[in-house]
């Protein structure tokens, strides 16, 4: 079972697809992980993000994250991408997946 996935193989396009949970955590630093099953096709848009508040912000908008990691291509399948990230006072975070899967075809399936 994938607990996670985007898969664009022709279908209606996914901008800014996104995948998230809203939780509330104390100061201190953080690591997010996300164990890649598969990468299928390279992926220009597709990121692992930590955002303050109660949501993700928008594919282009990444960097505007507390802390992000980029997924690629099939180099990172069966292997952790990390976003990592430091709270200095409890804050409410949005932790998740946000994917632009536009052309071609394109996939990302997520184990854990």
Do not use: C, H
């Amino acid at each position: 079972m994938v607990p996670l996935a985007f898969e664009y193989w022709g279908t209606p396009a996914i901008n800014n697809g996104k995948i998230y949970q809203t939780v509330t955590l104390p100061a201190g630093k953080y690591k997010l992980q996300a164990s890649v099953e598969s990468i299928a096709y390279d992926l220009p848009a597709t990121y692992l993000v930590a955002a303050a508040g109660t949501t993700i912000p928008d594919a282009a908008a990444y960097e505007q994250s507390l802390g992000f990691g980029k997924f690629t291509n099939g180099s990172l399948n069966n292997k952790t991408l990390d976003a990592n990230f430091t709270l200095t006072a409890e804050t409410v975070v949005s932790m998740g997946v946000v994917a632009n899967m536009v052309s071609g075809n394109q996939n990302l399936r997520v184990k854990e």
